[in-house]
């Protein structure tokens, strides 16, 4: 696990309240803290349903003391999926394991739940990231022909994806809304649109992928079109109250391809359908990548976006000491962080953070025993006797 070095990230004085741990409202939704878990795909669905799995990762992850757990790019349709053991929720059976899960977390903690919605686009029907991570032809066994806003392939020597046709168009945003109304039937608390990562919204946003010739492609107000158009039906078909919010990719960092001043313009039209939050990645849609990874290295985007627009943002990417997440909250760079393979690795991470910044944190009464010594404040409203 990499972690930071950076000797300017000193841990907060304790006599200082830290920023990170302080509430942040998002629509009517309002986060104990500004630690997002953030959504990261498990790849062990069955037919797009929730399992055992799922029940035991999201089950450790409710009870880390976050501010909120996102759950992973859920698919709003079977074409729309990664690889075919890809989470879902197209299908009554999907949505009712879904409910299942969530009447699991409901009984384990009271951290808001969020999930993100997404469609694969041109990376769909690819083999398990432990079985290499390449396309299954679509003639080949759990192959199928993926769908992208023009006919170009994400990688050389793999299959070109199928234009979409308009009538393919309404479809796809059909799904986004029939899996956010569905969701909100679950009880979900927020709704992530997946617009990152090279998957399909975000191939609409980038010419290295967009070279349609209708309303959809061209110009930077046309390859924004479909996007907005998905956000504000979903924004729509769920109440005024739920939290409706976005996960882009700032760079394709690829010559020629999707860049920050695209992001604030797109983030400029979100703020205005009543986007509530702007989760900031970057990278996933072309090979030709050269990305400056080290920690923190996504940070700029958000503030650059947080600067422009006024939006919440979430910044994310090789966050993984509590004093540099207290920085970029503090300086307010962003006004959360989210935590992915750091969470995997340290389920507890959130505890510690707040263990390092001398602040509080839920966690569930049945662990209050495990309170260190020299931390007798850590677990709000702890108390546990002896016999």
């Known amino acids: 696990m990499q972690r930071t070095t950076d000797p300017s990230l000193t841990p907060a004085s304790t006599t200082t309240p830290s920023q990170l741990f302080q509430p942040l409202t998002l629509s009517q939704l309002t986060l104990p803290n500004r630690i997002v878990i953030a959504p990261m795909c498990q790849y062990s669905a069955q037919e797009g349903n929730a399992n055992d799995w799922h029940l035991m990762h999201y089950g450790s992850l409710a009870v880390s003391g976050a501010g909120m757990l996102v759950l992973e790019a859920t698919a709003v349709s079977a074409v729309g999926r990664i690889t075919d053991a890809d989470l879902g929720i197209y299908s009554a059976d999907n949505q009712q394991a879904l409910g299942r899960l969530m009447g699991s977390l409901r009984k384990l903690s009271a951290i808001p739940v ?50 979409m046709t308009p009538a393919e168009l309404a479809e796809v945003k059909d799904a986004f809304v029939a899996a956010a109304k569905a969701a909100d039937a679950l009880g979900i608390d927020g709704i992530e649109i997946h617009m990152a990562h090279g998957y399909l919204l975000h191939e609409f946003l980038s010419p ?180």
């Open 208 to 387: 290295l992928s967009n070279t349609r010739s209708d309303a959809y492609g061209g110009s930077l107000e046309n390859r924004l079109r479909y996007p907005l158009e998905v956000f504000a039906a979903v924004r729509a078909a769920v109440p005024a109250a739920k939290p409706v919010w976005v996960r882009i990719s700032a760079s394709d960092w690829a010559p020629g391809g999707w860049d920050i001043d695209g992001s604030i313009a797109l983030a400029q039209g979100l703020k205005a359908l009543g986007c509530s939050a702007i989760h900031v990645s970057s990278g996933g849609l072309s090979t030709a990548q050269q990305i400056p990874v080290q920690p923190g290295y996504q940070v700029g985007f958000a503030e650059a976006i947080k600067q422009a627009t006024g939006l919440t943002t979430i910044a994310v990417g090789l966050v993984t000491e509590p004093a540099q997440a207290e920085h970029i909250v503090a300086s307010s760079q962003a006004d959360a962080v989210a935590i992915g393979r750091a969470a995997l690795y340290d389920p507890r991470w959130p505890w510690h953070a707040a263990a390092s910044l001398g602040a509080q944190v839920d966690a569930p009464r049945q662990y209050w025993r495990s309170q260190p010594r020299e931390y007798s404040k850590l677990f709000r409203g702890a108390a546990v006797g002896v016999r």
């Open 114 to 163: 969020a999930i993100q919605l997404a469609h694969a686009g041109r990376k769909a029907s690819s083999h398990l990231p432990w079985e290499g991570a390449a396309q299954i032809a679509p003639d080949a066994p759990r192959g199928w022909v993926a769908q992208a806003p023009s006919a170009i392939a994400h990688a050389a020597g793999e299959v070109p994806p199928a234009e």
